[in-house]
């Protein structure tokens, strides 16, 4: 699985860079600079196998999310710090930090579409319902994005997006393991653009 990512975000990154290749890149890549500020929300889906002896089973959870996010945008390019909030049955608290670098196709005065890479931290507290023990990881993911930005005005967009994060964390104690291996989010976005002087 981590291989298939790490080829998926290969491609990510080829593909991006011959799109970067065009004679509007040189000069499109540092001018019209915004700010950005934007609230997310979105839904996910997670995996927990749990390893006992000889025995194996999968747990799969939904988890809601909230967010905030801080950047800068150009006219091919934009850049974002976010940190998420999750919420689910079984954990105490389950939150990300990371950045997400993006290329900007502009298909139409009114959207974009994007894709991108993303890389962080996650930090999860789970609380299995058959230990008394709970366990905690904190561990660097990647993975990459997709979506369309619609512009709702001069200033604002909405965001719809998918995000992919992969992470080899595991938690072991008494014997039995605990793996987390990756994220599917799809998610919503309000985005606020401010000129940079």
């Not at 799109?19 to 540092?30: H, K, N, P, T």
């Not at 500020?37 to 809601?64: F, P, R, W």
Request: aromatic fraction near 12%; charge should be negative; charged fraction near 20%.
């Amino acid at each position: 699985m981590k291989n298939k990512m790490k080829k998926v975000i290969l491609s990510t990154l080829i593909a991006t860079s011959s799109l970067m290749a065009g004679s509007s890149y040189q000069s499109s890549i540092f001018s019209n600079i915004d700010s950005l500020i934007g609230i997310e929300a979105g839904y996910s889906g997670l995996d927990v196998e749990k390893n006992q002896a000889n025995s194996s089973n999968i747990s799969k959870y939904n988890m809601y999310h909230g967010g905030l996010k801080i950047g800068a945008q150009s006219d091919d390019f934009r850049f974002l710090l976010g940190m998420r909030y999750y919420g689910a049955d079984d954990f105490d608290y389950a939150t990300t930090y990371g950045a997400e670098l993006q290329y900007l196709i502009n298909v139409a005065p009114i959207m974009n579409i994007f894709i991108g890479v993303n890389a962080g931290i996650i930090n999860m507290r789970y609380l299995p319902d058959d230990e008394p023990q709970s366990r905690t990881i904190s561990d660097p993911y990647f993975g990459g994005d997709v979506g369309m930005n619609f512009h709702l005005g001069k200033r604002i967009d909405l965001e719809l997006g998918a995000r992919f994060m992969t992470f080899d964390a595991e938690n072991t104690k008494s014997d039995t393991t605990y793996i987390f291996d990756n994220m599917i989010t799809g998610y919503t976005s309000l985005i606020f653009r401010f000129e940079m002087d």
